[in-house]
């Protein structure tokens, strides 16, 4: 898996594009849980759980299905100020599942493990991206701030990262050359 350093991070740059009312810590709280959240599932080791089983590490949990669904109900838990099922609570919900999605979408594109269930429930069978340039990373913690450790970390920053911070910039500059585009039409339409 990537390192949850990075799947935090993935949601926080994404919850600061979110604009509105939502653009508050508890979306920027919620988007973090959710993208982490997936990794939960190594809890089932401890119960017996199978890595292969469909239940298991970077199973059904890791799936976009399980995203909406979580993102459905962190809607309706954490948001409920906002009237269910209205465009805004739409906007929350696929945010939210977004983000929860991104978690296996990273993880398929590392080196190891048994590949993720993205088709989840229909279908356990466990996928790789075409490419993987991301090194797995350890299950726990003690591997944290080893050499190996930081090695992924790098790659990750070089990887993921990187463009989603060339993204977060693109998306700011459109928003920019929109904004004035509208000030421009609004002045010379008066």
């Known amino acids: 898996m990537p390192t949850v350093i990075t ?23 919620v988007g973090i849980l959710v993208s982490v959240l997936p990794d939960a599932d190594v809890l089932g080791f401890r119960l017996g759980v199978d890595y292969a089983d469909a239940f298991g590490h970077r199973g059904f949990f890791h799936s976009p299905c399980c995203a909406a669904l979580v993102a459905l109900l962190c809607a309706a838990v954490f948001f409920r100020h906002v009237p269910r099922f209205t465009a805004r609570w739409w906007k929350l919900v696929a945010f939210l599942s977004l983000v929860g999605a991104s978690h296996g979408i990273l993880d398929a594109c590392t080196d190891g493990g048994l590949g993720i269930a993205l088709l989840a429930p229909f279908d356990n069978t466990r996928y790789f991206a075409p490419w993987t340039p991301i090194p797995v990373s350890s299950i726990g913690l003690h591997d944290v701030f080893t050499g190996r450790f930081m090695a992924v970390l790098l790659r990750e920053m070089l990887w993921v990262w990187l463009p989603v911070i060339a993204a977060w910039c693109v998306l700011g500059g459109i928003r920019h050359l929109l904004k004035c585009r509208r000030g421009v039409r609004s002045t010379t339409g008066s």
């Open 7 to 29: 799947h935090a991070f993935v949601a926080g740059v994404a919850a600061h594009q979110f604009r509105g009312e939502e653009r508050r810590r508890r979306l920027w709280d």
